[in-house]
């Protein structure tokens, strides 16, 4: 299940939290400064949820099917690809 919260930060900001679990049942929360761009990531997470799709950008799930399947299965670790990926993106 997915929740929108208002929270305000010890420095006095307001800002909306998303609340959810996703598929492994881990839960996973991100905070936004207006609230209607936390309902726009609610709606989107709902559906990958629904979806049995996980909450990551194409962007970098193309990235790492790329390193993984160009550096070879033997000589990458996952991590390794993983450390890649973020410096690329």
Request: proline residues 4%.
């Amino acid at each position: 299940m997915a929740t929108i919260r208002k929270r305000t930060l010890p420095s006095g900001l307001v800002r909306w939290q998303v609340d959810f679990t996703d598929q492994a049942g881990k839960r996973r929360s991100k905070l936004f400064p207006r609230r209607k761009d936390a309902d726009v990531y609610l709606v989107k997470v709902r559906s990958l949820v629904a979806n049995h799709t996980p909450p990551v950008s194409g962007k970098l799930s193309a990235a790492l099917l790329l390193l993984y399947f160009s550096g070879g299965r033997d000589t990458m670790k996952t991590r390794d690809i993983h450390r890649k990926v973020r410096l690329r993106c």
